[in-house]
Structures are given as structure tokens and as C-alpha cells.
């Protein structure tokens, strides 16, 4: 009688800022993934961290050569270190997680379990957010603006937490826009998708590098790389501005010519100029926004580069001819 094999799970963390919490991360997720039963690796991407966050990885390797390390040359930001895991994956299920523990590593057994069911992406849903309530409040917001603009229901509960299917990854792998959501990305894949109901627990270091500044930036990038609605609506308020601008010249020509009134105002014609000219560069700007996008695009630029790798990862070339792209470079 053959034994069933067993499914290997990957798991991608992106690190930045959390280095005490890593040894406590690797031992939690090893420990729930053999009460599975399952083989695991866990790919640790060191997005620049300003700790020692490398050094741990590499003692964490040490140890345990299912433990792999990517060290970017640089902070391309968690979604682009989130791509640099998932083009190194071999794993039958992929798990994306956060490395500072508010995403509990005991859920992968729900997670995966739910998706034994015939689902390709279960996504863990965190239905009381442990984060602080400005962050919670932006984060809504940017989730409603984010809809507002391209037209789809989105779930703030929701974040990376995650486990896909293999070819699901490999979909993934495929998308090689410099904008880069995870989430987004692999709901937009479609495939057979549910979520599930989760703890999600305090932040155990540091504090999250999502300010206020970098939380606009995000939402800015989602938006223009998902939605042309601001374009479309530039060209509504232009359309209405120079309706509502013929209607007061008529307005205004008919008591010059009917009423015999001379029309006054210095005042008012400097205000509407400023005010069409601020309407103008506004308009500008959101269009300008676009072509930055499409320029940064047209340079062809990697997602990211590859300082060091510790583990055997899939080799470079296989996974260029896999993604059909040569937008994976490496300085090791």
C-alpha cells in the first residue's frame, strides 16, 4: 500500500523591523505545521531592516536549513519582498504572513484545512484588528476611496494573511507591474477563494512602518494602477466647469445687451481664474500620475534585486522561463 505523500507548505515573510520576533515566529510556525501533518520551508525576505534581522535569518538557517533567507539589496517595500519570496517558492500550498506575530502562525492549520475543501486561496480574516485605532481608521478609509475608484468591494478585515495553491503562485509570478498589492492581486487572479475567521494578536515589537504618509502613497499607487475612473472623472468636472462658464456668459451678455447693465467685477474674474487654474493643474496632476506609472513601467525595471540567499532556492534561470520575463535579477 502507498503512503499518501505529504504536502509541502511554504511560507513567505517579509522582515522589516522585527528582529526579536523571528525566533519566536519560526519555532510557532514549525510546530503547527508538523501537528498537520506536513513538510514545511520557510523563505524569510529581508526587505533592508534596519535591525539585525539578517543576522538572525542567517542563525535561523544555521539551525534549520528549512529555513531560507532572500536579502534584498535594498527596501523595495513589503509587497515587492513579498514577490521576491513567492518567485523562490516550491511548496504544494504557499502561506503569506507578517513577521511581528499579529498574524497568528497556529491559524496556517485553519487556513489549510479550509482549503482542503477544494479551495485554491483562503485568506484569514481579522475580524477584531489588534492595531491602534488611527491605523485602523486610515486603513478603512482607504479601503472605502480604494473602492470608490475601482468599482469593487473590498473587505478591510483582510490583509495578507493567506494560503494559495501552487498554481495559484504561479499565476502570480506572472504580473510584474512595479504597483504591487498582494491582496489585490490574487483576488483579481479569481480561482475558487473563501476566508476565514481568525485571532489576530498585538504588535509584540516595534511599531508598523505604514504612516499616515506611506498609507496615501500605497492607496495612491492601488488606485492608479487598478482604476482610469480619476481620469474619467477630470474629464466630467472639465466638461461641467465649461457648461457652468458658458451658462454665466450668456447670463452675463444678456444683461449687457437686454438690460443695459455693464458688468462689474475685478475681483470675481482674478477668483475664477485662480480657481479654473487651480482646477487645471489639479487635473494635470492626476494625469501626470499616470504617466509617471507608465514610464516606470516602460523602463523595465526588476521588482527588486537579490543581494544574498541562504537555502537552495529554485535556480534563476528555471523561474525566468517560468514567468516568461526577465524582470528578476540578482547581485550574488
Known amino acids: 500500500m502507498e503512503n499518501k505523500r505529504t504536502d509541502l507548505i511554504s511560507v513567505v515573510i517579509p522582515v522589516y523591523g522585527c528582529e526579536r520576533c523571528l525566533v519566536e515566529l519560526a519555532d510557532r510556525i514549525i510546530q503547527t505545521i508538523q501537528s498537520i501533518p506536513a513538510d514545511y520551508e520557510i523563505i524569510m525576505v529581508n526587505d533592508a531592516s534596519p535591525d539585525h534581522a539578517w543576522e538572525t535569518i542567517l542563525k535561523l538557517h544555521q539551525k534549520d536549513k528549512k529555513i531560507k533567507g532572500i536579502n534584498l539589496s535594498r527596501n523595495f517595500g513589503q509587497h515587492h519582498a513579498i514577490t521576491a519570496g513567492l518567485d523562490f517558492t516550491s511548496g504544494d500550498w504557499v502561506v503569506v504572513m507578517d513577521c511581528d506575530l499579529q498574524d497568528r502562525p497556529e491559524e496556517i492549520t485553519s487556513l489549510y484545512e479550509r482549503a482542503q475543501d477544494g479551495y485554491d486561496v483562503v485568506f484569514a480574516q481579522r475580524m477584531q484588528r489588534r492595531d491602534r485605532n488611527l491605523k485602523k481608521l486610515s486603513s478603512k478609509a482607504f479601503y472605502k476611496v480604494y473602492d470608490y475608484f475601482t ?118 474674474v482674478m477668483v475664477s481664474i485662480f480657481f479654473i487654474g487651480g482646477l487645471l493643474f489639479f487635473q494635470l496632476g492626476i494625469i501626470g500620475l499616470y504617466l509617471g506609472k507608465i514610464f516606470n513601467e516602460a523602463k523595465n525595471r526588476p521588482i527588486y534585486l537579490i543581494k544574498d540567499i541562504k537555502g537552495e532556492v529554485p535556480k534563476k534561470e528555471s523561474m525566468e522561463k517560468e514567468t516568461s520575463t526577465k524582470n528578476v535579477y540578482n547581485l550574488w
Open 151 to 268: 468599482g469593487k468591494k473590498t473587505d478591510a478585515s483582510i490583509a495578507n494573511y493567506s494560503i494559495s495553491r501552487k498554481k495559484v503562485v504561479e499565476s502570480f509570478r506572472t504580473l510584474r507591474e512595479q504597483n504591487r498589492y498582494f491582496p489585490f492581486f490574487i483576488q483579481w487572479m479569481g480561482y475558487q477563494q473563501t476566508k476565514i475567521e481568525v485571532q489576530h494578536d498585538a504588535r509584540k515589537e516595534g511599531k508598523s512602518s505604514y504612516q499616515l504618509k506611506k498609507l496615501f502613497a500605497l492607496a495612491t499607487d492601488a488606485i492608479v494602477s487598478q482604476s482610469n475612473k480619476p481620469l474619467r472623472l477630470s474629464i466630467g468636472v472639465g466638461f461641467l466647469m465649461a457648461f457652468a462658464s458658458f451658462i454665466y456668459a450668456l447670463y452675463l451678455f444678456s444683461r449687457y445687451f437686454f438690460l443695459d447693465e455693464t458688468v462689474q467685477g475685478w475681483t470675481s
